[in-house]
C-alpha cells in the first residue's frame, strides 16, 4: 500500500466521524458510557470477525503490553476524558478544547521519523482548522469560558493529547497489524461497560430506529473508523490527516442540518471556508515535502 493511498484510508476515518453526531442523535438517551460499551463490542467483533476467515489474524492480539497500554489507553482513555468533560463543562466550550487533537498531531508528528519535516503550511492550515472549529461552536450559542467548568475544560484538553498522542504513536508501532484494534475495540467495551454499572443508569434504546443507529454507529464511526485510521496513521501521511481532521465537525453539522437535527448559519459557513483554506494549504506543504 503506497503512502497515498494510506492516507486515502485515514480520510475514511474522519468521514464515518462525521457521522457521528448524527448517529449518536437518533439512538435516543443511551448513556455515555452505556453507549460506548455497546457501540465498541459492535466494532471489535465486526473487527475479529475476520478472525473465521483467517484464523492467523487473532495473533494480532500477542502483543507487548506498551502496544496493549497504547491502544486501550487512547479509545478509552480518550472516550472516558471526553464524556467526562461534557459532564463536567458546557458541550461547546469542552467540544473545541478537546479539538485541539488535531493541531497536536500536526506538532508531534514533527518528532516521527521519516515524516519529512514540519512545513508553515503544516501549521497555518492546522491554524485556520482549529478558527474554523471556534467559529462553528460559537455559532452554536456562544462560548462562555467560567472558572467553575475548569476540572471540565482540563479533562477537554486531556483527552486532546491523549488522542494526538494515540495517534502520532501508532505510526511508531507501524508493525503492529491493523487486526489488534479488534482487541482494543473489545477491552474498550468492557471498561465502557464497568464505568456505565458504576455510574449511569441503564437506558435501551427505544425502537427498530434508535437500535439501528447504534448498530450503524458500532459499524462505522465506532467500529470501521478506528480501522481505517489506524491504517492511515500506520502507513499514510498523519501531519495532512490531523488538518482534514477539522473538517469531521463541520461535516457533522452539515449532515445534522440536512437531516433536520440543526439548522444552517454563516458560522457554517464560515467555519468551512477556514477548514478547506486549511487542508488546501497542508496538502500543498505534503507534496512539497520529501517523502
Not at 442523535?25 to 483467517?54: E, N
Not at 477491552?187 to 441503564?202: F, K, N, P, W
Amino acid at each position: 500500500m503506497t503512502r497515498n493511498t494510506a492516507t486515502l484510508v485515514g480520510l475514511g476515518a474522519i468521514g464515518l466521524w462525521a457521522l457521528l453526531a448524527l448517529f449518536t442523535a437518533a439512538s435516543g438517551a443511551v448513556p455515555p458510557f452505556q453507549l460506548a460499551a455497546m457501540t465498541f463490542l459492535i466494532g471489535g467483533l465486526v473487527g475479529s470477525a475476520t478472525w473465521i476467515a483467517r484464523p492467523s489474524r487473532a495473533r494480532a492480539l500477542v502483543q507487548p503490553w506498551p502496544v496493549w497500554l497504547l491502544g486501550v489507553g487512547g479509545l478509552f482513555g480518550y472516550h472516558a476524558l471526553y464524556f467526562s468533560a461534557l459532564r463536567l463543562a458546557p458541550p461547546a466550550e469542552a467540544g473545541l478544547i478537546s479539538y485541539l487533537w488535531p493541531l497536536l498531531i500536526v506538532l508531534f508528528s514533527a518528532r516521527l521519523p521519516g515524516a519529512g519535516g514540519l512545513r508553515a503550511g503544516h501549521l497555518a492550515g492546522a491554524g485556520l482548522g482549529l478558527a474554523g472549529v471556534a467559529i462553528l461552536f460559537a455559532g452554536r450559542g456562544g462560548l462562555g469560558f467560567s472558572a467553575a467548568a475548569l476540572p471540565g475544560y482540563a479533562a477537554a484538553f486531556l483527552a486532546a493529547f491523549v488522542w494526538a498522542g494515540y495517534s502520532v504513536l501508532s505510526a511508531r508501532v507501524g508493525a503492529v497489524p491493523t487486526d489488534a484494534v479488534a482487541g482494543f475495540c473489545l477491552v474498550t467495551a468492557a471498561l465502557s461497560l464497568l464505568c456505565h454499572l458504576g455510574l449511569e443508569t441503564t437506558v435501551w434504546p427505544s425502537g427498530a430506529a434508535e437500535w439501528g443507529a447504534v448498530a450503524l454507529l458500532g459499524l462505522g464511526p465506532v467500529g470501521a473508523a478506528f480501522y481505517l485510521w489506524d491504517v492511515g496513521c500506520k502507513r499514510g501521511d498523519v501531519r495532512l490527516l490531523g488538518v482534514v481532521a477539522y473538517a469531521a465537525p463541520v461535516l457533522s453539522t452539515l449532515i445534522l442540518v440536512a437531516t433536520g437535527y440543526a439548522a444552517a448559519s454563516a458560522a457554517l459557513a464560515v467555519a468551512c471556508g477556514l477548514i478547506v483554506a486549511g487542508a488546501l494549504l497542508a496538502v500543498r506543504a505534503s507534496r512539497a515535502a520529501p517523502a
